[in-house]
C-alpha cells in the first residue's frame, strides 16, 4: 500500500468521491469518520497495512472552536495505486473525507523504493510510534489549526486595533475641525455683536442728542415765553402805577375843585356878612355873627371835601376788585339781602375756614417778604417753568414733581413763600389745561403728599378764582346790586382796560378751572394718597344738584368737571352714579330746557350727549399717562360710605 496524502484543497472530484467545500463537522464526527477509513482499508487489503490500529484512540478533550475553513482531501497516491495493480492486487475506491478547523500538509507512509515486496511483508512499517500515524497527524493537525487560530485571532486584534487607530484619528481630526469651525463661529458672532452694538450705540447717541435738542428747544420757547410773561407783566405793573398816578391826580384836581368851590362860597357868605355887618347898627353883635357864619363855611368845606375823596376810594376799590375774591363780610351780606345766596351750608363754612387761612398765610408772607431782601421773583419763574412744561408722561410728571419738591425744601427761601406761588401759579396757568389737566393733577398730588399745605392753598385759589368750585352761585338783584356790572365782577367776571370780558370768555375760564378741578379730585396715584379725592367730588355733585339752580354757569361747571371726572366717579360708585346720572337727565336738563332760552341750547345737547352715549364708561382723552401705571389702576375703594338717595332729588 503506498502513503496516504492529507491535502487542504478546495472541492474536487478523485475516483468518484468529492470533498464537500464547506463542511461543518465536529471533531467526534471526524473521529468516526477516520475509524470508518480505517476499517475499509484494513477490509480491502489482503495483508496487514500500516494502518492497523493494535488500541483504541485516546484524545484528550478538545475545546470547539467554531471556524470556516476549507476542506482537505485525503487520498492515496496514483503511483501506488498503479504499483498495487500490477502486483494483482485488488483495488479498492478511496473515500476522501473532508474535515474542518485544520490543515494538513501531504503525509507520504510508503517505504523506501528499493525496498521490495517481501520484506514489507515480512516486516511491518510504521511511520509513528506505536499510537499510529492518524494520531499524530490529528496532533499536528491540531497544533498547527491553533496557531492558524492565534495567527487569525493576532490578524483580527491587529485589524482591530489599525480601525481603533484610525477611528481614533478620525474622530480627532473631526474633533480639532469642529472646536476650528466653533472657534471661527465664535470670532464671528464677536465680531456681528461688536458691529450691532455699535449700531445700537450710534442710533442710541443720536435719538438721545435729537431729544437733548428738542428739549433745549422747548427751553428755550418756555424761557421765551416766561419773559414774554413777565414783560406783560411788567407793563400790567406799569399800566397799573400809571392808573394809580392818574386817579391820584383825580384825587389832588377834586380836591382843588372843592377848595375852589369852598373859597367861592366863603366870598359869598362874606359878602352877605358885610351886608348884614352894614345892616347892623352894634359892632359887637355883628362881630359874632361874621364868626358863626365863617365855622358853618368851614364845616360845610371839610364836609364836601370828604364826600369827594370817599367817592374816590370807593371807585379805586372797585376798580381793584379780584376775580371770585369776596371777602367774609360781602358773604354776610349777601347772606342777609334774602335768597340770592345757593349753596350747601357745609361748602360755604369750608369756604370760609379756607380763605381764612389763605388771607393769614398771605399776611405772613407779606412780612415775610417786607423783612427779606431775597429775589423772590427767580423762585416764582422757577416753579412757573415747571409747571408749564409738565407733560402727560410718567418720567415727566415725576421729573416735575421732583423739582417742584426740591424747590420748597430750599433753606434760602420761606416754605410758606414758595407754597403759596405754586398755588397761584397753578390756578392762574390752567385756564386752557387741554389734556395736560390729567397730568397736572398727578403732580399736585405728588407734591401735597409731601407738603399737605399745598393742596389747601389750591382748593382755596380754586375758590377765589371760580365760586363754582364750592359750588356756589349768586343770583342777580337789583335790590343788593346797583349794576349788572357790579354784579359780574361779583361772581368773577374779570376787568380789562376798564372794560369786562363778554360771557363767552368768562365761560371758557369757567370750563378751565372746573376741567382741572375734576382732574384733581379724579386723581388717584398708587402708594400716594389724595387728600381730595373722589369723595370730595360726589360731594360736590351733590351740593350743586341739590341747592344749586340750573342755569348756564352751572350747566358748563357740571358738564366740565363730569368730563374730567365722571369715569372714575362711575367705577367707585357704580349704581349709585347711574343714579345721579338719571336725575341730571330728568330734572337738571329738564329745568334748563323749561327756561326756552336758545343760548342754553348747546349746553343742554353736550350733557345729553354725555348721559345717552355713556361716555362715563369710557376713559377720558389723557386719563392714563403713557409708559405710567399711576392711574392705571382705578378700583373702588373698600372704606368709601355708600351714597344715599332718598327718592327726592337730593344725595347725601
Known amino acids: 500500500m503506498g502513503a496516504v496524502k492529507l491535502e487542504l484543497r478546495g472541492p474536487e472530484n478523485v475516483n468518484g468521491i468529492v470533498a464537500d467545500p464547506k463542511p461543518d463537522w465536529s471533531f467526534d464526527t471526524l473521529l468516526l469518520e477516520l475509524n470508518a477509513l480505517e476499517h475499509t482499508l484494513n477490509a480491502s487489503s489482503l495483508v496487514p497495512v500500516p494502518f492497523t490500529k493494535t488500541r483504541s484512540r485516546e484524545f484528550s478533550p478538545v475545546r470547539k472552536i467554531d471556524r470556516s475553513a476549507n476542506a482537505f482531501v485525503m487520498h492515496i497516491s496514483d503511483d501506488e495505486l498503479d504499483d498495487m495493480d500490477s502486483d494483482g492486487q485488488e483495488v479498492y475506491n478511496q473515500s476522501l473525507v473532508a474535515g474542518r478547523r485544520f490543515s494538513c500538509d501531504e503525509l507520504s507512509l510508503s517505504d523506501s523504493d528499493e525496498s521490495e515486496y517481501g520484506s514489507a511483508i515480512g516486516k511491518p512499517l510504521y511511520l509513528m510510534d506505536k499510537a499510529g500515524t492518524v494520531e499524530g497527524a490529528l496532533v499536528e493537525l491540531t497544533h498547527e489549526h491553533w496557531?492558524?487560530?492565534?495567527?487569525?485571532?493576532?490578524?483580527?486584534?491587529?485589524?482591530?486595533?489599525?480601525?481603533?487607530?484610525?477611528?481614533?484619528?478620525?474622530?480627532?481630526?473631526?474633533?480639532?475641525?469642529?472646536?476650528?469651525?466653533?472657534?471661527?463661529?465664535?470670532?464671528?458672532?464677536?465680531?456681528?455683536?461688536?458691529?450691532?452694538?455699535?449700531?445700537?450705540?450710534?442710533?442710541?447717541?443720536?435719538?438721545?442728542?435729537?431729544?437733548?435738542?428738542?428739549?433745549?428747544?422747548?427751553?428755550?420757547?418756555?424761557?421765551?415765553?416766561?419773559?414774554?410773561?413777565?414783560?406783560?407783566?411788567?407793563?400790567?405793573?406799569?399800566?397799573?402805577?400809571?392808573?394809580?398816578?392818574?386817579?391820584?391826580?383825580?384825587?389832588?384836581?377834586?380836591?382843588?375843585?372843592?377848595?375852589?368851590?369852598?373859597?367861592?362860597?366863603?366870598?359869598?357868605?362874606?359878602?352877605i356878612v358885610a351886608l348884614e355887618v352894614e345892616r347892623s347898627t352894634v359892632k359887637e353883635p355883628a362881630e359874632k355873627v361874621v364868626k358863626e357864619i365863617s365855622k358853618r363855611a368851614a364845616s360845610a368845606e371839610v364836609a364836601e371835601v370828604e364826600t369827594q375823596v370817599h367817592k374816590t376810594d370807593s371807585s379805586l376799590s372797585v376798580k381793584n376788585a379780584q376775580f371770585g375774591g369776596s371777602g367774609s363780610d360781602t358773604l354776610k351780606k349777601l347772606q342777609s339781602a334774602g335768597n340770592i345766596l345757593h349753596s350747601a351750608e357745609n361748602a360755604l363754612k369750608l369756604e370760609e375756614i379756607r380763605l381764612q387761612n389763605y388771607n393769614e398765610l398771605v399776611k405772613r408772607n407779606q412780612a415775610l417778604r417786607s423783612g427779606s431782601n431775597m429775589d423772590f421773583q427767580s423762585y416764582e419763574r422757577k416753579i412757573a417753568r415747571q409747571i408749564k412744561q409738565t407733560s402727560g408722561t410718567k418720567e415727566a410728571v415725576r421729573a416735575k414733581a421732583n423739582e417742584l419738591i426740591k424747590i420748597f425744601s430750599d433753606p434760602h427761601c420761606p416754605q410758606s413763600i414758595t407754597i403759596a406761588i405754586f398755588a397761584e401759579k397753578v390756578i392762574s396757568l390752567c385756564e386752557n389745561p387741554g389734556s395736560a389737566a390729567f397730568a397736572l393733577g398727578h403732580v399736585i398730588v405728588l407734591v401735597a403728599s409731601k407738603f399737605p399745605l399745598a393742596m389747601d392753598l389750591i382748593i382755596a385759589e380754586f375758590h377765589r378764582a371760580c365760586v363754582y368750585t364750592v359750588p356756589k352761585h349768586i343770583t342777580y338783584s337789583q335790590s343788593v346790586f346797583e349794576t349788572k356790572e357790579a354784579y359780574k365782577k361779583i361772581i368773577g367776571f374779570r376787568e380789562e382796560d376798564g372794560k369786562l370780558e363778554s360771557t363767552k370768555q368768562y365761560l371758557q375760564r369757567l370750563e378751565s378751572y372746573m376741567k382741572l378741578y375734576g382732574a384733581l379730585v379724579q386723581t388717584q396715584i398708587e402708594g400716594v394718597q389724595n387728600s381730595y379725592g373722589l369723595n370730595e367730588g360726589w360731594a360736590w355733585v351733590a351740593r350743586l344738584l341739590n341747592a344749586l339752580p340750573a342755569n348756564i354757569y352751572t350747566a358748563v361747571a357740571l358738564e366740565a368737571f363730569l368730563k374730567m371726572a365722571g369715569f372714575a366717579l362711575f367705577k367707585k360708585y357704580k349704581s349709585q352714579f347711574r343714579k345721579i346720572m338719571n336725575v341730571v337727565s330728568r330734572d337738571f336738563v329738564g329745568m334748563l330746557k323749561a327756561q326756552r332760552d336758545p343760548g342754553l341750547d348747546l349746553i343742554i345737547r353736550r350733557i345729553e350727549t354725555y348721559i345717552e352715549t355713556k361716555q362715563f364708561l369710557q376713559e377720558p382723552e389723557g386719563w392714563r399717562l403713557p409708559s405710567s401705571a399711576l392711574s392705571s389702576s382705578l378700583v373702588p375703594s373698600q372704606d368709601y360710605r355708600e351714597p344715599y338717595y332718598d327718592g327726592s332729588n337730593r344725595f347725601y
Not at 478620525?170 to 465664535?186: A, D, I, P, Q, W
Not at 427751553?219 to 392818574?246: C, G, T
Open 147 to 271: 496557531l492558524g487560530v492565534e495567527d487569525e485571532i493576532r490578524n483580527q486584534i491587529s485589524a482591530l486595533e489599525t480601525d481603533l487607530l484610525n477611528g481614533s484619528d478620525k474622530f480627532t481630526s473631526s474633533l480639532v475641525r469642529v472646536e476650528k469651525y466653533t472657534e471661527s463661529r465664535r470670532e464671528m458672532d464677536k465680531k456681528l455683536d461688536t458691529q450691532y452694538q455699535r449700531k445700537i450705540a450710534e442710533a442710541l447717541d443720536s435719538h438721545l442728542t435729537a431729544v437733548q435738542r428738542e428739549h433745549e428747544h422747548r427751553s428755550q420757547i418756555e424761557e421765551r415765553k416766561i419773559r414774554n410773561d413777565a414783560a406783560v407783566e411788567e407793563a400790567k405793573r406799569k399800566e397799573k402805577a400809571l392808573r394809580e398816578e392818574k386817579m391820584r391826580q383825580e384825587k389832588i384836581k377834586a380836591e382843588a375843585e372843592a377848595r375852589l368851590v369852598a373859597e367861592k362860597k366863603r366870598a359869598e357868605e362874606a359878602k
